[in-house]
């Protein structure tokens, strides 16, 4: 079975400023990474996703994120966010096998201040 | 990307009564559909997956009896509350995945707020 952890629930930062969003996952087995973005009364985007190869993952709207084994980690990163990256950011993982129906983290509420 | 289109948005229902809950990919086959549940400020928790043409497989806790999973066509999965209660009042997600190959992208609905009253 795999779960994740969102370290932050909530991400105060100021427009422009960079932003990094902790996500580490459990797993006994090879996983699939992704970052998703909800916004109010929405349903899920998709960011990025780690499926393998480059551990360095770019997505839309300017995010990243990095893939690191050993510290079963996958950071989101952006150098510099505006007011409408204010959202609710899902880090999940899926197994590579069976149906690989995701298992999200709880959240991280990120809200970019003038 | 692909689309997937969930109806109602949002639905008001009385105790007791039962409500369907659409779930339509647009521009592409989904063999397999999943049904997620949000709570407030909460994250999603998958209540089921959807295979087309087979029963649904529910996730340990969630109700098979309560919650209807209905996968008939490779484009349409419906989940039906049945005889809501008041705790049943959630935000309900469903996705799609287009494709078999592993990894491939699971696309979501809008989501439908239902309040059970």
């Known amino acids: 079975a795999q779960s994740v952890t969102q370290l932050d629930s909530q991400v105060p930062v100021f427009e422009e400023a960079p932003v990094e969003l902790r996500c580490n996952y459990s797993s006994s087995v090879s996983v699939y990474l992704f970052w998703y973005v909800q916004y109010p009364n929405q349903g899920l985007q998709l960011l990025l996703k780690y499926l393998s190869g480059s551990t360095l993952v770019k997505g839309i709207n300017g995010f990243e994120a990095e893939f690191n084994k050993s510290q079963t980690s996958f950071h989101l990163r952006k150098p510099s966010v505006h007011i409408s990256d204010t959202a609710e950011y899902f880090c999940a993982v899926s197994d590579r096998g069976g149906y690989n129906k995701l298992i999200f983290g709880a959240g991280t509420r990120l809200a970019v201040h003038p | 990307g692909a689309v997937v289109s969930q109806h109602p948005s949002w639905v008001i229902c009385k105790s007791g009564t039962s409500v369907k809950i659409e779930c339509r990919s647009l521009d592409f086959q989904a063999t397999t559909m999943f049904w997620y549940r949000q709570f407030p400020k909460q994250s999603l928790m998958l209540m089921a997956t959807s295979n087309e043409g087979s029963k649904a497989t529910y996730e340990q806790g969630v109700e098979k009896d309560k919650f209807l999973i209905n996968h008939a066509s490779l484009t349409l999965s419906t989940l039906t509350v049945t005889s809501a209660h008041p705790e049943d009042s959630s935000f309900y997600i469903c996705?799609?995945?287009?494709?078999?190959?592993?990894?491939?992208?699971?696309?979501f609905g809008q989501g439908t707020r239902l309040t059970v009253v």
């Open positions: 996705s799609a995945r287009v494709g078999g190959g592993e990894g491939t992208e699971a696309f």
